[in-house]
T-cell receptor, first 111, second 115 residues
Framework: RKEVEQDPGPFNVPEGATVAFNCTYS??????FFWYRQDCRKEPKLLMS???SGNEDGRFTAQLNRASQYISLLIRDSKLSDSATYLC????????????FGSGTRLLVRP | EADIYQTPRYLVIGTGKKITLECSQT?????MYWYQQDPGMELHLIHY???????EKGDLSSESTVSRIRTEHFPLTLESARPSHTSQYLC??????????????FGPGTRLTVL
């Protein structure tokens, strides 16, 4: 079983749609959670950290459920520019400074 | 924008050549990392460093080696390149701290092709 699992997609949605991505992680001791965005053939960029209480940044909302070891990302009012791969990231089992990256969920927003 | 740089951005080289991929950051970050990523696949950690003169192998076995003589510089070397080394190599760094403050910032990557 992978340490971080994501639905690979692709999610193909129209502009303005709301879309949600889910991610599960295997290490119950993980303390750090992030969503990164990666455009095609580019480097990953931090989208947002995920906190226990949930957090929002504009159109993006992240939730963490420690009991179920589950992280979600909600994107409201999708824009064409949101098309990318979204990576769920959790700190590693043996070190809080090592990050484990999921394989990503691909989002395509169409006009 | 993160101030982390990688050179070269693209490299096409023949089998058996020695290559060094450069990575530098100007943010004073103590921790640096090298990842390997094939197209459409997840990132795999191949090396990391928590400070000067500290280097460790990552989760994915790699024939490459690294050094950390200066805080800002973390080069990766392949003594004898092979076609199986063809991939994208991403360098990252993270600031001092623990818990939630361990986000990593990535350089633009080096796309390596070994013929």
């Amino acid at each position: 079983r992978k340490e971080v699992e994501q639905d690979p997609g692709p999610f193909n949605v129209p502009e303005g749609a709301t879309v949600a991505f889910n991610c599960t992680y295997s290490n119950s001791a993980s303390q750090s959670f992030f969503w990164y965005r990666q455009d095609c053939r580019k480097e990953p960029k931090l989208l947002m950290s995920v906190y226990s209480s949930g957090n929002e940044d504009g159109r993006f909302t992240a939730q963490l459920n420690r009991a179920s070891q589950y992280i979600s990302l909600l994107i409201r009012d999708s824009k064409l520019s949101d098309s990318a791969t979204y990576l769920c990231v959790v700190n590693g089992m043996d070190s809080s400074y090592k990050l484990i990256f999921g394989s990503g969920t691909r989002l395509l927003v169409r006009p | 924008e993160a101030d982390i740089y990688q050179t070269p951005r693209y490299l096409v080289i023949g089998t058996g050549k020695k290559i060094t991929l450069e990575c530098s950051q100007t943010m004073g970050h103590d921790k640096m990392y090298w990842y390997q990523q094939d197209p459409g696949m997840e990132l795999h950690l191949i090396h990391y460093s928590y400070g000067v003169n500290s280097t460790e192998k990552g989760d994915l076995s790699s024939e490459s080696t690294v050094s950390r003589i200066r805080t800002e510089h973390f080069p990766l070397t392949l003594e004898s390149a092979r076609p199986s080394h063809t991939s994208q190599y991403l360098c990252a760094s993270s600031p001092p701290g623990s818990g939630r403050r361990v986000e990593q910032f990535f350089g633009p990557g080096t796309r390596l092709t070994v013929l």
